[in-house]
């Protein structure tokens, strides 16, 4: 099985920054994508970014001003978060999707979420 540590979330004023991260560990054999969500009080859970070997997806709402990284050694994943704006305000997720070890299939894992405040 898989578990994920996120920590970074906070209070921020707006305009300003913060770095999520999330760390997976378990019985990994390969990692397929890792990504991060946000679920807004009232609003469905939404892809915030994601990231694959090549490749990086956003949403709209946060291109240009959030950045998904990922260092492979470490099995974490980051996302920048500059330029903060009151609507990003939210529960962030971490999911990853993996390749279990010693056959053990695919796993699909969730965070337990850290929140995100925007606020003056």
């Known amino acids: 099985q898989v578990q994920l540590v996120e920590s970074g979330g906070g209070l921020v004023q707006p305009g300003g920054s913060l770095t999520l991260s999330c760390v997976a560990s378990g019985s990994i054999f390969s990692i397929v994508v890792m990504g991060w969500y946000r679920q807004a009080p009232g609003n469905e859970r939404e892809l915030v970014a994601s990231?694959?070997?090549?490749?990086?997806n956003y949403a709209d709402s946060v291109k240009g001003r959030f950045a998904i990284s990922r260092n492979n050694t470490k099995n974490t994943v980051y996302l920048q978060m500059n330029s903060l704006k009151p609507e990003d305000t939210a529960v962030y997720y971490c999911n990853v999707r993996a390749v279990l070890a010693a056959g053990g299939g695919l796993s699909d894992t969730w965070g337990q979420g850290t929140q995100v405040t925007v606020s003056s």
């Open positions: 990231i694959r070997p090549g490749n990086t």
